[in-house]
């Protein structure tokens, strides 16, 4: 958990007066800051915990935002911290940042990294593999950590939803890609998406498929021979029958089977046998 700020910060005392028509974000991936104008806001700890929460959670209950980030200390005294918490934002800024009396909401007028990513991670999923935005790339394989050193479980539940959405958008712009014959780019992406997450079967199919069509069959094979050495060494287990089966139908070294990598011999074993 991050450390405790020593006090509430303030903008710049030279900063414009009309704070309703300033430009507010709120960024959490890669950390956790508060920007007005380009000035970004210190904020204490207890205040940083309740905007995050109420933003990866959305519309909260006052008991539900004290009980879970106060668990600890009986219901009033939580309850006064997080009264405590919302003076303190009110008192960083004119403009508002949370809203709300008995549900506590974030102002609409916040731009909020993690929702405008999701917004259109959401759009390349829902296009599916032909309408996928191509244009998200760079900003998915380069995206940050929700909220690094962090480590309540409601932040690693948002952490696990997002690294998720990023697998599939990663893996479906792949899938796009590879369709317009942009390989390279291809490539960049399902490799992407298997730095994220090296045992995912999906990424690393996505990944061999592209070396399939651009008739890369020896780096198609060195993938999947990676990946099931990956595989045995940190679970135990083998490639699926599927993903072996997707390079060995375009396997063109002699029939002899030791001719075929180990990966390749063993499913043709199983399968012969």
Not at 226 to 245: I, K, Q
Request: glycine share 6%; proline share 6%.
């Amino acid at each position: 958990m991050p450390a405790e700020s020593a006090s509430p910060g303030h903008p710049e005392p030279d900063a414009p007066s009309d704070e309703g028509h300033r430009a507010v974000k709120l960024l959490m991936l890669d950390g956790f800051r508060i920007v007005v104008d380009q000035q970004s806001l210190s904020i204490p700890l207890s205040a940083r915990r309740v905007v995050a929460f109420v933003a990866l959670r959305g519309r909260s209950s006052r008991a539900e935002v004290a009980g879970t980030l106060w668990p600890e200390v009986p219901d009033p005294k939580a309850q006064a911290s997080l009264r405590t918490a919302l003076w303190r934002l009110r008192q960083l800024s004119r403009h508002p940042l949370i809203i709300g009396d008995e549900t506590l909401r974030l102002d609409e007028s916040l731009d909020v990294d993690v929702n405008t990513l999701v917004t259109a991670i959401r759009r390349v999923i829902n296009d599916g593999e032909c309408g996928v935005d191509q244009g998200l790339l760079p900003t998915l394989a380069a995206m940050g950590e929700l909220l690094p050193g962090w480590y309540d479980d409601w932040v690693l539940l948002g952490r696990e939803r997002l690294r998720q959405l990023q697998l599939h958008a990663l893996e479906l712009t792949a899938q796009q890609l590879t369709c317009e014959g942009r390989y390279a780019e291809a490539i960049e992406a399902a490799m992407a998406a298997v730095r994220l997450e090296p045992l995912r079967e999906s990424a690393t199919r996505v990944l061999i498929e592209v070396h399939l069509a651009e008739d890369n069959v020896v780096e198609a094979i060195r993938r999947l021979e990676s990946f099931r050495r990956s595989l045995a060494s940190e679970l135990g287990v083998e490639p699926t029958a599927e993903l072996v089966d997707l390079v060995r139908r375009r396997q063109t070294v002699p029939e002899a089977r030791r001719d075929l990598p180990e990966v390749l011999r063993l499913e043709r074993g199983r399968t012969l046998g």
